[in-house]
């Protein structure tokens, strides 16, 4: 364990379906992302949470809700999600502070498939 | 643009070859990543540079910020180095992570 947990490791959900994936961190961090690895392509940052105040949304379409209840804690909570959503969900901590953000920590990620 | 290339994308090395994967970016960086991805998916994170060279175990990472560029270099590589490994790049005053597509790695015995 890296100090990031995610659960579940591996989830299938059909289209109409409804879930959340969760987040937790005890390393004393004050942002927390969430992460999209797609087939083939490199890691997006898809929200970032800062002191429990979202401060990215990077163009997510409205299907993927994060919430952030404290800074240990992160979900992401899904609704009629479609195929092309399946990928792994990563979610990672930091310390960021007023120079940047350091002291990345990434959770094992959460392989998702959606039929 | 900010872009970060990694090169090679796949590499396929002998037990015990020394092994260089490459990493260039195109703005100025606060800091440069290097991460370790198994199957399975679960990202470590080897070193953060921001300057100079650091090195753990078999591990070398070095970085030039004048060519913006990173050198990770696995000595005496063992099977169980077959990863995915991923240059990431935070920008300076920035806390957002770019990353490069990965490199492959399998060590054969």
């Known amino acids: 364990e890296t100090g990031v947990t995610q659960t579940p490791r591996h989830l299938v959900m059909g289209m109409t379906n409804k879930k959340s994936l969760k987040c937790e961190q005890h390393?004393?961090?004050?942002?927390m992302y969430w992460y999209k690895q797609s087939a083939k392509k490199p890691l997006e940052l898809m929200f970032v949470y800062s002191l429990e105040e979202r401060v990215e949304n990077n163009s997510v379409p409205s299907r993927f809700s994060p919430e952030c209840p404290n800074s240990s804690h992160l979900f992401l909570h899904l609704h009629t999600l479609q195929p092309e959503d399946s990928a792994l969900y990563l979610c990672?901590?930091?310390?960021?502070?007023?120079?940047?953000?350091?002291?990345?920590?990434f959770g094992s990620g959460t392989r998702l498939t959606v039929v | 643009k900010n872009e970060v290339e990694q090169s090679p994308q796949n590499l396929t090395a002998q037990e015990g070859e020394f092994i260089t994967i490459n990493c260039s970016y195109s703005?100025?960086?606060?800091?440069l990543h290097w991460l370790q991805q198994h199957p399975g998916g679960g990202i470590v994170s080897l070193f953060m540079?921001?300057?100079g060279k650091k090195k753990h175990g078999r591990l070398i990472a070095t970085i030039n910020i004048q060519e913006k560029h990173s050198s990770l270099h696995i000595t005496a590589s063992h099977p169980r180095d077959s990863a995915v490994y991923i240059c990431a790049q935070v920008g300076a005053g920035s806390y957002q992570l770019t990353f490069g597509k990965g490199t492959k790695l399998s060590v054969i015995p």
């Open positions: 540079l921001s300057s």
């Open positions: 703005v100025g960086i606060s800091a």
């Open positions: 990672a901590s930091s310390v960021l502070g007023p120079t940047g953000g350091y002291g990345y920590t």
């Open positions: 390393l004393g961090h004050n942002a």
